[in-house]
């Protein structure tokens, strides 16, 4: 019933005001970017031409369907040929059709030409994630679906109607939440250099009309220059797989020293990190954040539970149980739909495999970083 | 010609169930293929539902994301081979014969042979579902490396199931060719013949052309997957992209397949029911060339986010840019078809009627997906979805279900009930609108194609479209039963039962004998039922 009144305010919605039809996305987003809004601005001329279009043939389609029908007594005419006419329809079309390919053949060579990037930023596709790498500032992480939409895509299969309501909160963020998002500097023009580490993903951001396919063994380009500061978000827009639908992306655009500020922060936690992964851990450490790590990366397919489910069971595994080497060879390395998990980094995985073999009543090994740096 | 004449008195169809598997009568595959088409549409059509059902709400509801990608890989591929490709052979092989005035097809053993592969080809790819890992989830576009290195052991099936459908398609086209061609009546020339006979002997050239190209796309996929090449694989070597070039060799002409006969059946049923002849036949034939031509020499718009250099964006949005002229030609003649007609609204011109509206709504989406930089925006996004719907539901599938009430009479000899099929057309023509038209606006606000859930600004458009889908899906049971109860009940039909019907097959019996003709027309009868007379 709800639903249905959603259903009908829509309806009222749309027919009654110009905001409404904005609110309920009907159109292409205008994006952040010249050249975003180039792209809008030649969708709404084609649409028009095409509107203007439908309305001769059509209007002339549905004059003759009304005027000239048996029953109102019309007498067929019998012409059914002429070069003149031909000659016309064929013509007209071309022209318009040149008289649109010029502005879209301007914008294209816009998009695809770009001389001089103030930043380059790496995207990396993988089953089902992304990874962006600052090559220049030395900065790397993982983007993960934000386990709050995991959790409510989950509880919305139980039905209960709370539940529900945590997942109507969530709103327009809901599977499109990240748990790290990319961050860049407004008014800069930044180089995305794309690619894959396993199938096909292709990174699309609406709002800068971004995307482009990541395709496993070759890098592509992109650009783009946010005007203004904000988040947007996009989704993996090429089939690549079961979590295809959930591998959202969020970029977070900031003023400079926002930026500035957010590359340091990033640099210390990592100059930490690698300083960890020459420690030797204790198991509660590792444990604690193998959980976090393993329901990040690893329940979509083996269950939180380590039950198995579209991936084999955790659970007893003799895997999990027996010799390190074999279980560190499969999580880094990858095997048919097991992906790979090499890009996270030596603690990760060392907590991870911990996890994975100490939880769910497992009895195998502790493993170290040092046991994941000599395992590469 | 006595000695024929005489000879088919005691030859009439084999009794029993035999019949039906060791037939070499054109009309009888003709019917094989239709039923069979119908049949793989229901189990299509049933995948759609179950793809509509999951996304009625946002969350995850009745499947886990994998076999919802089975179901969209599925539905896509029984929809395309086993569904529409096959009714359009169907609609050839019971109307080209008696359309050219032959007795049968030219090469009928064969013709059962490309019939009887299908069932099977359809069982190997149904048979999937029930193997381990699942049918195939990589779309019907199986784009590698997903469908090679990452793919579930059922693909090596996949790939045997498209092998057999090629072979049968090929055959196909090899023997409406060979018919058009040789068994034409000696007084018809090739600008007499009905624009259904022209657009099939297009197609089959395409169908010549494209589907040995997917063969060799699959066989790649083979031999990538069991022995140790690496056609798409980067690692070894190969490239990703290169398979989408060449699937994309294959897949635009294979649109086209499934488009120009629905043309032909189009440009019958709008001058009959016009009561006018069709405007423009020579321009419709050189315009059906143009597209075909044309269909060979844009594949990779379907690329453009594929990391093109630009200028191979730029030729390739040219081209397809081009083929909206002929395409425009074509509406712009049916147009002036029936411009100044007597026109009626019978259930066959309401359902061609409907296909000029609605396939042009999606020719439009189609050219705005041809503008290379706005196609960044609209690539893999549900305004996709919505335009191959608007081509192929209310293009393709519209115009065989236009043909199927056209000429059911001449099938089957009884008329069929002319309320229950009006009923049954508005419902379909405005559930499919409910259907398809609001996954533009969802396209447009950026929600992607394939995926089992979505974000909650998707979701009203989403309701919408699966309620529409429902609908949709339950009108085909009305369908069936209108069929049903024309060839059970329906009452005697006249020989032409559409008063201003062109054609040869009207000058047969209805239902059209078991034979169609055993002496070819006069060139006066040719001319008098030609469709630029």
Redesign the interface.
């Given at each position: 019933m709800k639903?249905l009144l959603?259903?009908t305010s829509?309806l009222v919605a749309l027919v009654s005001s110009k905001a409404a039809l904005a609110e309920?996305?009907?159109?292409?987003?205008q994006g952040i970017t010249e050249v975003s809004k180039?792209?809008y601005d030649?969708?709404m001329m084609?649409?028009w031409v095409?509107v203007v279009?439908?309305a001769v043939?059509?209007g002339?389609?549905f004059y003759?369907?009304i005027a000239?029908?048996?029953?109102t007594g019309?007498?067929?005419?019998?012409?059914?040929?002429?070069t003149m006419?031909?000659f016309i329809?064929?013509g007209v079309?071309?022209l318009i059709?040149i008289a649109?390919?010029i502005p879209?053949?301007k914008?294209?060579?816009d998009?695809?030409?770009l001389d001089k990037a103030d930043m380059t930023i790496k995207v990396t596709g993988h089953?089902w994630k992304w990874q962006y790498d600052y090559p220049v500032e030395g900065i790397s992480f993982i983007s993960n679906l934000a386990q709050s939409s995991k959790d409510?895509?989950?509880d919305?299969?139980k039905?209960s109607s709370e539940k529900?309501e945590a997942?109507?909160a969530?709103?327009?963020?809901?599977?499109?939440s990240v748990d790290n998002h990319l961050v860049v500097p407004v008014d800069t023009t930044i180089r995305f250099l794309i690619t894959s580490n396993?199938?096909?993903h292709?990174w699309?951001v609406?709002a800068f009309?971004?995307?482009?396919?990541a395709?496993?063994?070759?890098i592509?380009?992109a650009w783009a220059k946010p005007t203004v500061i904000g988040t947007y978000r996009?989704?993996?827009?090429?089939?690549?797989?079961?979590?295809?639908?959930?591998m959202p992306i969020v970029v977070d655009v900031v003023s400079k020293a926002d930026y500035a500020a957010w590359v340091a922060e990033q640099q210390g936690a990592a100059a930490a990190a690698a300083e960890a992964a020459t420690q030797q851990w204790s198991e509660d450490d590792l444990m604690a954040l193998g959980e976090t790590l393993y329901n990040t990366n690893c329940a979509g397919c083996h269950m939180t539970d380590g039950s198995g489910?579209?991936g084999p069971a955790i659970k007893g595994s003799s895997l999990a149980n027996g010799d390190a080497v074999g279980h560190l060879d499969i999580v880094i390395n990858g095997k048919n739909?097991m992906p790979s998990f090499k890009m996270l980094g030596d603690s990760d995985l060392a907590a991870v495999i911990t996890y994975e073999r100490r939880a769910f009543g497992n009895t195998g090994s502790v493993v170290q970083p040092s046991d994941v740096t000599s395992a590469r | 010609m006595s000695y024929t004449a005489a000879h088919d008195d005691h030859h009439g169809p084999e009794k029993g169930l035999l019949r039906w598997v060791k037939t070499t009568n054109h009309k009888d595959i003709g019917s094989l293929y239709m039923w069979f088409a119908f049949t793989m549409l229901l189990i299509g059509g049933a995948f759609a539902m179950g793809i509509r059902a999951e996304l009625l709400?946002?969350?995850?509801?009745l499947m886990?994301?994998?076999f919802f990608?089975q179901l969209t890989t599925m539905h896509g591929l029984i929809m395309v081979f086993g569904a529409i490709m096959p009714a359009f052979v169907g609609l050839g092989n019971w109307l080209i014969p008696m359309m050219v005035g032959a007795p049968d097809m030219a090469l009928p053993r064969m013709n059962n042979w490309s019939f009887w592969i299908l069932p099977f080809a359809g069982g190997i790819l149904l048979s999937t579902f029930f193997m381990e890992?699942g049918a195939p989830?990589?779309?019907w576009t199986f784009?590698a490396?997903?469908s090679t290195?990452?793919a579930p052991d059922s693909t090596d099936f996949f790939i045997f199931a498209v092998h057999l459908l090629g072979f049968s398609s090929i055959m196909g086209a090899i023997n409406i060719i060979a018919t058009v061609l040789n068994m034409r009546a000696p007084e018809m020339r090739l600008m007499d013949m009905p624009l259904f006979v022209w657009t099939w002997l297009i197609t089959s050239f395409l169908l010549i052309g494209a589907m040995p190209v997917l063969a060799g796309a699959v066989t790649m996929m083979l031999t990538d997957r069991n022995f140790g090449t690496a056609f798409f694989?980067?690692?070894g070597g190969g490239?990703?992209?290169m398979f989408q070039h060449i699937f994309w060799f294959f897949g635009h002409p294979e649109v086209y397949i499934m488009i120009l006969p629905a043309f032909g059946v189009v440009s019958h049923i709008i001058p009959t029911f016009?009561?006018?002849?069709?405007?423009?036949?020579?321009?419709m034939v050189y315009a059906t060339a143009s597209i075909a031509f044309l269909s060979y020499i844009v594949w990779a718009h379907h690329m453009f986010?594929?990391?093109m250099?630009?200028a191979g964006?730029?030729y390739f949005?040219?081209a397809t840019?081009?083929i909206?002229?002929p395409t425009?030609?074509k509406?712009?003649?049916w147009?002036?078809?029936?411009?100044?007609?007597?026109?009626?609204?019978e259930a066959p011109m309401l359902w061609a009627?409907s296909f000029?509206?609605l396939f042009?709504?999606g020719g439009?989406s189609g050219?705005?997906l041809g503008?290379?930089?706005?196609d960044?925006?609209y690539?893999?996004?549900y305004f996709v979805v919505a335009h191959f719907h608007y081509v192929l539901v209310t293009g393709a599938l519209w115009s065989i279900i236009a043909a199927t009430f056209y000429w059911l009479p001449k099938w089957c000899g009884k008329m069929y009930n002319e309320k229950l099929a009006k009923v049954h057309f508005w419902w379909a023509m405005i559930s499919v609108n409910v259907l398809f038209f609001p996954q533009h606006?969802?396209g447009?606000?950026?929600m992607?194609?394939?995926?089992?859930?979505?974000?909650?600004?998707?979701?009203?458009?989403n309701?919408?479209s699966s309620i529409g889908a429902f609908s949709f899906g339950l009108s085909f049971i009305m369908l069936t039963y209108i069929v049903v109860d024309c060839i059970r009940n329906g009452k005697p039909a006249a020989a032409r039962p559409w008063e201003s019907a062109k054609g040869l097959e009207w000058t047969l019996g209805s239902p059209a004998e078991y034979h169609s003709f055993n002496t070819p027309p006069s060139r006066a009868v040719i001319l008098e039922e030609s469709q630029?007379s």
């Open positions: 639903r959603t259903l829509a309920y996305g009907l159109n292409m987003t180039d792209i030649l969708h084609v649409f095409c279009i439908g043939v059509f002339a389609m003759s369907i000239h029908r048996k029953s019309h007498k067929a005419a019998h012409f059914h040929e002429s006419v031909e329809w064929t079309p071309i059709l649109m390919a879209a053949s914008t294209l060579i998009i695809e030409v089953q409510a895509m989950d919305r299969a039905g529900r997942l109507d969530q709103g327009d963020t809901y599977l499109l396993d199938v096909i292709n699309w609406p009309a971004v995307k482009q396919d395709n496993p063994g070759f592509n380009d996009g989704q993996c827009a090429e089939l690549c797989g079961k979590e295809h639908g959930f489910g579209y739909g | 709400q946002p969350g995850l509801q886990d994301p994998q990608n890992g989830a990589f779309g784009y490396p997903l290195t990452f694989d980067a690692a490239d990703p992209v016009a009561r006018k002849p069709l405007f423009g036949y020579s321009s986010l594929t990391g250099p630009v964006e730029l949005m040219y840019m081009l909206a002229v425009g030609v509406v712009f003649n147009v002036a078809t029936m411009w100044k007609g007597s026109m009626t609204f009627l000029v509206f042009t709504i439009f050219l705005m503008i290379a930089p706005a960044i925006q690539h893999d996004t606006f969802l447009l606000a950026g992607p194609r394939r995926i089992p859930d979505y974000s909650l600004q998707f979701a009203d458009f309701f919408i630029h």
